[in-house]
T-cell receptor
């Protein structure tokens, strides 16, 4: 079974600074997908970014980028120029290419942004 | 508006009283899932469905039932709720495929006393 570990229960960052949230996972599969989701205080889960394991290039979405290290099974999220609206809980998620209905989420990291 | 709708948003019930949490999506998505969110435990998948009449157990299926009779609906049934099922529940849907974005409902806060 796959596992996803987020080792930082809480992180904080100063507004306009950069912060990196870590995620590691364990799998024996070679083809899979990784996601970062954001859950603000409203509870509404929103996709931040996704990465396909067979792509070496790291995904980027505006101020959000990932550092995907397949051999190390690491998938960290970097938020640049942090904004107050980035304050939320962030979840890392794994999805196998087989049995694609099954998803495994990490425990989450609560990010605080200080003005 | 494309959305996943869960009802109710909040529910307090007593141990053993059967309840159903409804979930409906209007995006014609093939995949639907139920999750529970508990402090320190993240989101754990309860059940998922990859198509009508096809359901599979997730990581924590005990005490729950689901059905997928129509593509748009995926109700979660607690036949005999217990206090350890007190949690925040999310329904999600997505297009078929492992790389597709999951769209989540607003969540249902369930308290079993």
């Amino acid at each position: 079974a796959q596992t996803v570990t987020q080792s930082q229960p809480e992180m904080s960052v100063q507004e306009a600074e950069t912060v990196t949230l870590s995620c590691t996972y364990d799998t024996s599969e070679s083809d899979y997908y990784l996601f970062w989701y954001k859950q603000p205080p409203s509870r509404q889960m929103i996709l931040v970014i996704r990465q396909e394991a067979y792509k070496q290039q790291n995904a980027t979405e505006n101020r959000f980028s990932v550092n995907f290290q397949k051999a190390a099974k690491s998938f960290s999220l970097k938020i640049s120029d942090s904004q107050l609206g980035d304050a939320a809980m962030y979840f890392c998620a794994y999805r196998s290419s087989e049995g694609a209905g099954k998803s495994t989420f990490g425990d989450g990291t609560t990010l605080t942004v200080k003005p | 508006e494309a959305q996943v709708t869960q009802n109710p948003r909040y529910l307090i019930t007593v141990t053993g009283k059967k309840l159903t949490v409804t979930c409906s999506q209007n995006m014609n998505h093939e995949y639907m899932s139920w999750y529970r969110q508990d402090p320190g435990l993240g989101l754990r998948q309860i059940y998922y469905s990859m198509n009508v009449e096809v359901t599979d157990k997730g990581d924590v299926p005990e005490g729950y039932k689901v059905s997928r009779k129509e593509k748009r609906n995926f109700p979660l049934i607690l036949e005999s709720p217990s206090p350890n099922q007190t949690s925040l529940y999310f329904c999600a849907s997505s297009l078929a495929g492992a790389n597709t974005e999951a769209f989540f409902g607003q969540g249902t806060r369930l308290t079993v006393v």
